[in-house]
């Protein structure tokens, strides 16, 4: 959290806004949690576990939904979806050297 959610003012990491006096603490205590599951759905994901991504992801917006935590559950639902169907590119490369 960079600025007040309330007043816009810059916080330079402080727990509470130096001009309206609100107490960030918490808010800024559920927006690391959402990071961090964000970070071990991210981890599933690389193992290859959508449906475990998308479990933590769907906790991830419960807790503190983000543009970025939205769009990362779009496309783990997106990656879900595709690998049910198994879609396999094959290109043919033609490999010819000059
Ligand atoms: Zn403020």
Redesign the pocket.
């Known amino acids: 959290m960079m600025h007040?959610p309330?007043?816009r003012?810059l916080l330079n990491g402080a727990e509470t806004?130096r001009?309206?006096r609100?107490e960030l603490k918490q808010v800024q205590e559920v927006e690391r949690q959402g990071r961090e599951i964000a970070g071990a759905a991210m981890h599933f994901l690389a193992l290859g576990d959508a449906a475990a991504a998308m479990r933590l992801l769907r906790r991830a917006c419960v807790v503190h939904a983000t543009p970025e935590m939205r769009l990362l559950s779009r496309i783990v639902t997106t990656a879900g979806a595709s690998s049910a169907e198994p879609t396999v590119t094959t290109h043919a490369s033609p490999s010819t050297p000059l």
Do not use: K, P
Request: aromatic fraction near 0%.
């Open positions: 007040c309330i007043c003012a806004c001009r309206c609100a």
